[in-house]
T-cell receptor, first 112, second 114 residues
Framework: GQQLNQSPQSMFIQEGEDVSMNCTSS?????WLWYKQDPGEGPVLLIA?????ELTSNGRLTAQFGITRKDSFLNISASIPSDVGIYFC????????????FGPGTRLSVLP | NAGVTQTPKFRVLKTGQSMTLLCAQD?????MYWYRQDPGMGLRLIHY???????AKGEVPDGYNVSRLKKQNFLLGLESAAPSQTSVYFC?????????????FGSGTRLTVV
């Protein structure tokens, strides 16, 4: 089946630092989503990307749809303690279906 | 507006016991899903439904059954629980077509099979 890889698997950063993570696939995707999961909760949608090269921001978060359509990137600027959690990417190959495949997640820890 | 509600939040089963996980959504979404989340594995799709009365298998359907008798409810059943089914289970829903907001997830059910 389709596989997504996320890098890094986990990261520890100091409060105030910027964060970068990525998601890669061996297949081309037409939609990329980024979710955040707080401890003990379900994932919550952060950003949705629909076009190659698209760059979209949500507050301190910025995500990009890779030009090759096989990857996506998420950046967090000036991290704060509440950024702690697991960040998942999800992709789908068609434009209107609802069957996404999820990456294994990047676990972010923010040290005060 | 509650979104997606899952019950129970926690459950411990003995091997061989059966149980049903309940999922309810109040957003009039057509699609509903059941995922399991295991460490390092991300979210894996168990079963999904594209509308009332319809269900389909996902990536890891073995050992599970589902029913969608009403549009707002999606039930996940374990007929004979096994330790390998120890996991966190998430229900999600989404609208029928279009770009939409992607999935809306419930807060999860943590199941332990001993």
């Amino acid at each position: 089946g389709q596989q997504l890889n996320q890098s890094p698997q986990s990261m520890f950063i100091q409060e105030g630092e910027d964060v970068s993570m990525n998601c890669t696939s061996s297949s081309i995707f037409n939609t990329w989503l980024w979710y955040k999961q707080d401890p003990g909760e379900g994932p919550v949608l952060l950003i949705a990307l629909y076009k190659a090269g698209e760059l979209t921001s949500n507050g301190r978060l910025t995500a990009q749809f890779g030009i090759t359509r096989k990857d996506s990137f998420l950046n967090i600027s000036a991290s704060i303690p509440s950024d702690v959690g697991i960040y998942f990417c999800a992709g789908r190959r068609d434009n209107y279906g609802q069957n996404f495949v999820f990456g294994p997640g990047t676990r972010l820890s923010v040290l005060p | 507006n509650a979104g997606v509600t899952q019950t129970p939040k926690f459950r411990v089963l003995k091997t061989g016991q059966s149980m049903t996980l309940l999922c309810a959504q109040d957003m009039n979404h057509e699609y509903m899903y059941w995922y399991r989340q295991d460490p390092g594995m991300g979210l894996r799709l168990i079963h999904y439904s594209v509308g009332e009365g319809t269900t389909a298998k996902g990536e890891v359907p073995d050992g599970y059954n589902v029913s969608r008798l009403k549009k707002q409810n999606f039930l996940l059943g374990l007929e004979s629980a096994a330790p390998s089914q120890t996991s966190v289970y998430f229900c999600a829903s989404s609208p029928l077509r279009g770009r939409g907001p992607g999935y809306t997830f419930g807060s999860g059910t943590r199941l332990t099979v001993v």
